[in-house]
């Protein structure tokens, strides 16, 4: 009886993996697929380098940066565009976000959107120090394959006769955010 016990572990195991010893092939097969859809969105900026420039004597600089989005969001869910100046205007001496010569002195812009988002609403300021807003998307928001576009932010800066003369760079980077 006690050899039977060690007999029959072995026995049971040798059952049970040769079922795939004797599984059937056929001529066809089949698989399940599946995938999880999320949420997702992707920004590119369409104008790497956006001229500002001043219409006539003392008219403030203005320009404008196009992009294009992909979003996708969850019915219950939302998106934002955000826009910040991560790199101020250098060298110093000229226009500043951060630190401008005057305090009217001001980097503004105002967006133009295509749907399924809303533009920002009215004039908004730049700023170096906090995000500020581009566009909204509501709860289940599809933008087309291609990604949708153009769209843009048409900027405004103080023209100071302050500034030193000379060519200025500052950084505008824009995120986009699903959920």
Same mark, same amino acid.
């Given at each position: 009886?006690?050899?039977?016990?060690?007999?029959?572990?072995?026995? #049971?195991?040798?059952?049970?993996?040769?079922?795939?010893?004797?599984?059937?092939?056929?001529?066809?097969?089949?698989?399940?697929?599946?995938?999880?859809?999320? #949420?997702?969105?992707?920004?590119?900026?369409?104008?790497?380098? %956006? +001229?500002?420039?001043?219409?006539?004597?003392?008219?403030?600089?203005?320009?404008?940066?196009?992009?294009?989005?992909?979003?996708?969001?969850?019915?219950?869910?939302?998106?934002?565009?955000?826009?910040?100046?991560?790199?101020?205007?250098?060298?110093?001496?000229?226009?500043? #976000?951060?630190?401008?010569?005057?305090? %009217?002195?001001?980097?503004?812009?105002?967006?133009?959107?295509?749907?399924?988002?809303?533009?920002?609403?009215?004039?908004?300021?730049?700023? %170096?120090?906090?995000?500020?807003?581009?566009?909204?998307?509501?709860?289940?928001?599809?933008?087309?394959?291609?990604? +949708?576009?153009?769209?843009? #932010?048409?900027?405004?800066?103080?023209?100071?006769?302050?500034?030193?003369?000379?060519?200025?760079?500052?950084?505008?980077?824009?995120?986009?955010?699903?959920?």
């Amino acid at each position: 009886m006690r050899n039977m016990g060690k007999l029959f572990g072995p026995i #049971v195991l040798g059952l049970l993996s040769s079922a795939s010893l004797f599984a059937q092939f056929a001529p066809t097969g089949n698989t399940t697929l599946q995938v999880n859809v999320g #949420v997702e969105a992707g920004i590119r900026v369409d104008t790497a380098i %956006t +001229n500002l420039l001043s219409p006539s004597t003392f008219a403030d600089y203005v320009g404008s940066t196009n992009f294009t989005y992909k979003i996708r969001t969850s019915s219950g869910g939302s998106g934002t565009i955000t826009m910040q100046i991560t790199s101020d205007f250098a060298p110093a001496g000229g226009p500043s #976000v951060a630190a401008p010569p005057d305090p %009217t002195d001001t980097l503004a812009y105002t967006c133009s959107l295509i749907a399924p988002g809303t533009a920002c609403a009215g004039s908004q300021t730049a700023s %170096t120090t906090a995000q500020t807003g581009v566009a909204t998307f509501g709860g289940d928001a599809h933008s087309t394959k291609l990604g +949708n576009g153009p769209n843009s #932010v048409a900027w405004t800066l103080s023209n100071d006769p302050l500034y030193d003369t000379g060519a200025y760079n500052a950084t505008a980077t824009f995120t986009i955010s699903a959920t």
